[in-house]
């Protein structure tokens, strides 16, 4: 596995129906639980990513891989991953998810979480602009820009997009980790 520092969270809503308790061995994961509120019916991703980066990062850490509640993964897909971030510590490492109309509904069928120009189901991997975090590592310089860019007012469902965003502004480049395959149970 990985010799660098990075901070594992796993997102969890605490209103969602679909609960799968995760466990890896040898793997420190946070788990980052997202309650509701009447004002924010979906709680605040945004401002709970910021929080954990800013109270639970180790000394040296070098970014944060996020694992959504609803998306499973297994140990290759989280040694790959971690392959990945080693060689490229300084930019987004995506591991392709299926994503479908029930969690963005404007899609007509299935569609891969990440894409150049708009969403597809051809697996793309170069030119990538928009991510959807899944199973997604996000640099230490990427979050500081994302946080400076107000993210801890960002609300669902624009986190992942916001995010995305400011990757493609700020000129990270996003790899898709070959070989992995998350899965997004929400369908």
Same mark, same amino acid.
């Given at each position: 596995?990985t010799?660098l520092? =990075?901070?594992?969270?796993?997102?969890?809503?605490?209103a969602h129906?679909?609960?799968?308790?995760?466990?890896? =061995?040898g793997?420190?994961?946070?788990?980052?639980?997202?309650?509701?509120?009447?004002?924010?019916p =979906?709680?605040r991703?945004?401002?709970a990513?910021?929080?954990?980066?800013?109270?639970?990062a180790?000394?040296?850490?070098?970014?944060m891989?996020?694992?959504?509640?609803?998306?499973?993964i297994?140990?290759q897909?989280?040694?790959? &991953?971690c392959?990945?971030?080693?060689?490229?510590?300084d930019?987004v490492?995506v591991?392709p998810?299926?994503?479908?109309p029930?969690?963005?509904?404007?899609l007509?069928?299935w569609?891969?979480?990440?894409?150049?120009?708009?969403p597809?189901q051809?697996?793309?991997t170069?030119?990538?602009?928009? =991510?959807?975090f899944?199973?997604?590592?996000?640099?230490a310089?990427? &979050?500081?820009?994302?946080?400076?860019?107000g993210l801890?007012?960002?609300?669902f469902?624009l986190?992942?997009?916001?995010?995305?965003?400011? $990757?493609?502004?700020?000129?990270?480049?996003?790899?898709?980790? $070959?070989g992995?395959?998350?899965?997004?149970?929400?369908?």
């Amino acid at each position: 596995m990985t010799a660098l520092p =990075f901070l594992f969270v796993r997102v969890v809503w605490d209103a969602h129906v679909i609960k799968i308790p995760f466990r890896m =061995f040898g793997v420190n994961v946070k788990e980052l639980h997202l309650g509701l509120d009447p004002n924010h019916p =979906f709680g605040r991703k945004g401002l709970a990513l910021e929080q954990a980066w800013q109270q639970l990062a180790p000394a040296g850490c070098r970014g944060m891989l996020i694992l959504d509640g609803d998306t499973l993964i297994d140990p290759q897909d989280y040694a790959l &991953m971690c392959e990945a971030i080693e060689q490229a510590p300084d930019a987004v490492h995506v591991a392709p998810a299926r994503i479908w109309p029930s969690s963005k509904p404007e899609l007509r069928g299935w569609s891969w979480a990440h894409w150049s120009k708009h969403p597809t189901q051809e697996l793309e991997t170069e030119g990538i602009e928009f =991510f959807s975090f899944n199973f997604t590592y996000l640099p230490a310089g990427l &979050m500081q820009d994302a946080i400076k860019g107000g993210l801890s007012t960002w609300k669902f469902p624009l986190v992942d997009s916001r995010m995305a965003r400011t $990757a493609r502004l700020k000129r990270y480049p996003v790899h898709v980790v $070959a070989g992995a395959r998350a899965m997004h149970l929400n369908y």
